[in-house]
């Protein structure tokens, strides 16, 4: 037998993952009605979606749940058309005060979102992103995200921001398959309720083949040993 027939179905499989297109699921977290192939949580205490849609329309099997809630919905976001995403989802945010109770809002240290469900051994990406216009002081917001026993963060100052994002990448679902984010002030936050933001997270991923990948070098190899005791 050929050996190169053997290992065809590894082969076919290694092509299939060269070939792997990646998925995008984008979340705006808004007072808003959202449109086209987003996800929109509108409730900043226990806001959750069941089965979030990518940017196809199609279902991702995404999990995302509110843990730990966020103050109230912020609605003075920027609707400028040169933001990076639709005026729908940069013009407002879900907002948390840190360091002192806001008009009957208790102190909310950080807000918890948990995304679950994810794909074993996936590596994601996560962009956020978050505006207050008019504001004069620093209130930048820090996004921390958790995986497979490792966290990793990235800062924002949200204060009259139009175009900035930032990205935290090659995050590892843990073994339940979860992410966590906690959103809490940044460095250099000099508001003296501590506010933070989160308006809007894209995730980005590549579904891992792996663990077919390496069935289909095992039967391989299996068929090669066979034919070389024969």
């Known amino acids: 037998m050929n050996p190169l027939r ?3 179905p590894l082969l076919i499989l290694a092509a299939s993952a060269s070939s792997l297109q990646a998925v995008t699921v984008l979340i ?4 808003t009605t959202s449109s086209g192939n987003w996800n929109r949580i509108s409730n900043a205490i226990n806001g959750s979606l069941p089965n979030a849609i990518d940017n196809t329309g199609a279902t991702s099997g995404m999990t995302v749940d509110i843990t730990a809630r966020f103050s109230d919905i912020n609605t003075q976001g920027t609707t400028s058309g040169t933001a990076p995403y639709p005026s729908f989802a940069t013009g407002d945010s879900f907002y948390g005060n840190a360091l002192q109770e806001w008009t009957g809002f208790a102190v909310t240290p950080k807000s918890t979102v948990v995304f679950g469900n994810l794909v074993p051994g996936a590596l994601y990406s996560f962009t956020f ?4 216009t008019a ?3 620093n209130r930048t917001t820090r996004y921390t995200v958790t995986g ?3 966290s990793a963060f990235a800062e924002l100052n949200v204060s009259n921001n139009v ?3 930032v990205t935290v990448s090659n995050v590892i679902p843990d073994s339940n398959g979860k992410i966590s984010l906690d959103v809490a002030p940044g460095t250099g936050n000099n508001n003296p309720y501590g506010f933070y933001y989160l308006g809007v997270a894209e995730i980005n991923y590549v579904p891992e083949p792996g663990s077919a990948i390496l069935f289909a070098g095992s039967a391989a190899i299996a068929i090669l040993r066979r034919r070389r005791t024969a």
């Open 129 to 132: 992103y978050a505006s207050r």
């Open 148 to 150: 497979n026993g490792a």
């Open 28 to 31: 705006d977290f808004s007072g």
């Open 163 to 165: 175009t900035g994002t």
């Open 6 to 8: 053997a290992l065809s």
């Open 135 to 137: 504001a004069a002081d």
